[in-house]
């Protein structure tokens, strides 16, 4: 029976039209990024299990795309299996000491007990548990064992080895979560820094540093679907790594102007902030445990305001002093410079917050020196995306205002990038760009331009194989010249079919047809059509590849 | 501990030379596509299971790549286990039932027959062979059961288990084949035609017909790796769908020609076949169902010669009478005219045969008319691949004589392409491109372009932040000119780090370096240095700009 075709959630097919239109958008950040000195690298679709694994928290971990083994991949759990079998086996030992050797109440709890003990001396905890549950729950059949009939008996024995049976798999022979790295070694892709770091660590004898590489390509995640977040999606990622220089940063902010401005997507908002002021600020208020906590409040500020703010502070556990000392944040207006002046307000005490300060100030003036194009640069002390790995700056790009859209771009520095593959001291600053999302935002401002959709240019008609034959002459000639030009396959036979393939042609958006009859043939000419104008102009071949070029 | 980086097998990493050739490969074919009228769609890295499975031979389905499921994926194998749970608890009922009844060996194999009769009675042969067969090997246990103690009583009883339970989970629930739809219902991409199918018949009302579609897109496959053969690697495909006019065959003859006169690449050897003829031969010396052999044979012909091509076509079963009427085919020589005349002599009696001479005969005069530009069209009778599907023309590209190198492209007609997801009738004819072996073959003869590495163009080393910042004003300015320029992100301070720089922009080819010291800073001018020449001048902005750009 044939299949009714369909794709997996949360993946997408993309027709002509969405291909160009995102090409449009990689092309164009490509080409800003080896304008910027960036070089490409490519890594493979899957890594091997250990390089992704436990490197992005246990969500992470339980969101990666596991592969199965090839071959007889269930060959490492069976082996594992082969102590199930010997804890089967004593179970059903268990279960004929009770029967032999009950007759009261406290004999069956002894009983039970003692056999435990017999069969299952130097076993885990867990499984004594799990026995004494299951025998438990059947203790009234046990001790009512004689009287049963020989089905009842059967019943009784197999109802109580199910129940043991199915705990005790998920628990050790199937558990979904214990058993993976017995039958998968591989895992998809899940971000492009972490294959990134296993690169830099790989091929660091040939690689010169500081290393500029970006990379674009497909990632995959085990997320829930829903509007905007897909299970297959691209990241378009530029990163440097071996050198700590501000200047990175300052260029960071440049790269994304410099983008922005060539998709012609004008004003959006370049946030940045720096980790060492989010942890200057919780030395200040003696909270370094609640970062988290304090930027998730202070975030709510416009919307809920300031009193409320402070209580969803108290109720986190920050202390009355330490929400006294932030005072100056709920005021924090203004341009660049005045929020800087409350910042320093707040941490002129610690020696990480001021730090943090005058990385900003570093880069700010850098960017107020070199101006952007069309972007603006914003601090937001309230931006705390990546807490759990970036050291310094931190970026995250909005869409213009009145364009409802999360963030578009977003990265930040981290000083230890390749650490966990055993290369110490790298310090690493990287951007990313949101391709899904920018999609929408000039989908929405209709900014993708005209040409890059446009296909086919021109479409032979023809009537015969003889007709065919000359139309395909000129077509390959204009190919020639760069020309898109098609022939329609099929000859014209019938006037229906000459206005299927005028329909082709419309259907299509190709602006021009060419038909070339017995009278073309014999005159070496084309009849041109311009199919929205309808005119129709006879040319020699000079002159259509003119028209067409 | 840190791990030490890898990535799986057959896999790859691409570093940016690599990624530039690769890209200058796939671009070229893009643009040939493109001028062709194709195209471009993509479809998701995984499709469902049943969209793959089937479609590839049971060799094929080995060799896909399959997801494991999300979340708790052992738990459809739990819920199919329950069964097991029963059949255990029963394998311990016959354990039992043989225990109290058996007395002297006959009562031994009558007990056990009765026993799995009375607890397995509707259940598999399988599990009743496996079961008569395992306590067949403890039998001397069992009726010696009596003399041993309690610990080689239990013994026994484990041991009985575990061998039965082993081989109960190699053939039910933990068997790799079978058990795959429970724990995976996601598959990786194997090719691109059989998503191109179902993408056509899912889409099929926004599809104007006949539909050109190239694809350009990772393919993954469980394969063993060896030399030129990876689990991950490209296909550049271009397929028709919905016509059968020849003139498809005949453009895609000129797509290739372009392609690789495009690349450079003269002298390819476009071999041509047609599935019809290949049939036609068959039915004439009455051996249908020995086409493979008959082919496999003939394509040995240069290296054996005739009389051993005979001799393994006897052995194959083909009649010496079947054998003498293809004496022509021995002598198969010259120009695709004469080949053709001997290949008519045969096949006169065969109908199909005679009409994929005619296919062939029209494809060749149109090409003859055309004209290729650097590759040459060759008849190859034993051209057999993909048989399994092709239903007409059937093509190989060979690379030019001289270069030791498997087939760089293939394709071919096949008459019911979308049928597998219900929609009939659909005829489609593509090609393909060998993107690693072009890759080898461009290597091998030089022919890669050398401006297709050329990455950064000038690199700026500063002397202090201030330098720095008059630098970066250069760079950004140079940038907005589309030259690739690098700020060298530390300031030098040392002769040594100087030499650093100077080798950093060596050792990436970086063919100039721009200095900006105190002095440069002053006069407003930059220290141009040619890396090769070893030259330098002094520079305002203006002229800068004009020598880099």
Redesign the interface.
Known sequence: M???????KG??????A???KR?YIMETIKEQF????F??????????S??LMGKYGDEGD??I????N??????D??KN??K???R???F??VYDKILRSLDDDLSFSETLRESIDVYFKNDDDYIKVLLNKTFNIFKEDFLNFKNLNSVGK?TV??DA??AF??EY??EYS???YK??TL????A?RYDLTVPFA??V???QN?I?F?F??YQIQ?V?R?DRPQKGRFR?FYQCDAD?VG???L??E??FV?LYD?VFSALQLEGVIIKINNRKILSGIAEVIGAQDKLIDFTVALDKLDKIGEEKVKEEMRSKGISEEGIAKLQPLFTLKGDFGNQVESLKSILNASEIGLKGIEELEFINT?IS??ELKTATLQLDVTLARGLNYYTGAIFEVSAPDGVKMGSIGGGGRYDDLT????LKNMSGVGISFGLDRIYLVLEELGLFPDTITE??KVLFISFGDEE??AS??AV?KL?EN?????????AVTSGKQMKKQMT?AN??NIPYVVLVGEEELNAKTFALKHMESGEQTKLPFNELLETLK
Do not use: C
């Open positions: 044939a299949q009714k075709p369909s794709i997996p993946t997408r097919d993309f027709n002509a969405e291909v160009a090409s080896q304008v910027y000195g070089q490409p690298i490519e890594t493979p679709s899957f890594e091997n250990e390089t339980r969101l795309f596991k592969i199965l090839s071959g007889d991949y269930f060959k759990l069976r299996d082969v199930i079998a010997l089967v086996s004593n059903f030992g059967e024995k197999s080895f199910i049976y199915n798999l998920k199937m558990n979904s058993s993976t039958i998968s070694e591989k998809l296993r690169y660590v790989q091929h040939e010169e500081p500029k590489r497909p995959w085990a297959e440097v050198s700590k220089s200047f990175q300052v260029e440049q410099a850098a020196n070199l650490g966990i593959f055993g296909a086919t065919a034959m395909l002459k390959s190919r760069g020309v898109k030009a098609e022939l329609y396959p099929d082709y259907r299509r």
